[in-house]
T-cell receptor
């Protein structure tokens, strides 16, 4: 079964704790992304990685960290420095359709609640 | 310049009606415009996408209309069904491989409700 897996589906943490969200894909995609979604807002890019051992900050990287040690995995750590971490977090990967045409596919998301 | 503005924020349509969602962009370098459909608690799913070399693309009941000169594009859902009730996001990107990895800029989303 091919796809993007995010775990857990729901995550609860106390304020001040770091938490790591998992994202795994078996689609052999090179590029992977982390987005944050808040109610009534679009998706905002946190970090992305085009290749193993390389990643770049997106629009809202402060308070987050990532690693890309394997092609299949792109975990996101929400640190205690993130001021408002409660949100729905979405992982995505990108496939080449043809030529320079790519498509992004999303995982099912992790809803993080910090109290 | 990087924004994509989407309207309306919410939309209620009767079953069988036409749902229309509009998006406007500023960056003329954008050359890929996908639409995503998201059901509550799920990740967005790619619905349909268009390149600026065509003015319209149709897939089943879903049509994208693209107006390059106005920098606007819209999603039309014909014969809307209750099962179409979801949040729809437009997005824009530059496909050139050297540019930030095909980063998508998303609109704010439209919550569509189709009444039976």
């Amino acid at each position: 079964d091919g796809g993007i897996t995010q775990s857990p589906k729901y995550l609860f943490r106390k304020e001040g704790q770091n938490v790591t969200l998992s994202c795994e894909q078996n689609l052999n995609h090179d590029a992977m992304y982390w987005y944050r979604q808040d109610p009534g807002q679009g998706l905002r890019l946190i970090y992305y990685s085009q290749i193993v051992n390389d990643f770049q900050k997106g629009d809202i990287a402060e308070g987050y960290s990532v690693s890309r040690e394997k092609k299949e995995s792109f975990p996101l750590t929400v640190t205690s420095a993130q001021k408002n971490p409660t949100a729905f977090y979405l992982c995505a990967s990108r496939s080449r359709v043809q030529g320079n045409l790519y498509e992004q596919y999303f995982g099912p998301g992790t809803r993080l609640t910090v109290t | 310049q990087q924004q994509v503005k989407q309207s309306p924020q919410s939309l209620i349509v009767q079953k069988g009606g036409i749902s229309i969602i509009n998006c406007a962009y500023e960056n003329t370098a954008f050359d890929y415009f996908p639409w995503y459909q998201q059901f509550p608690g799920k990740g967005p799913a790619l619905l349909i996408a268009i390149r600026p070399d065509v003015s319209e693309k149709k897939e089943g009941r879903f049509t994208i209309s693209f107006n390059k000169s106005a920098k606007q594009f819209s999603l039309h859902i014909m014969d809307s069904q209750p099962g179409d009730s979801a949040t729809y996001f437009c997005a824009a990107s530059r496909l050139q491989s050297g540019n930030q990895g095909g980063k998508l800029i998303f609109g704010q989303g439209t919550e569509l409700s189709v009444k039976p």
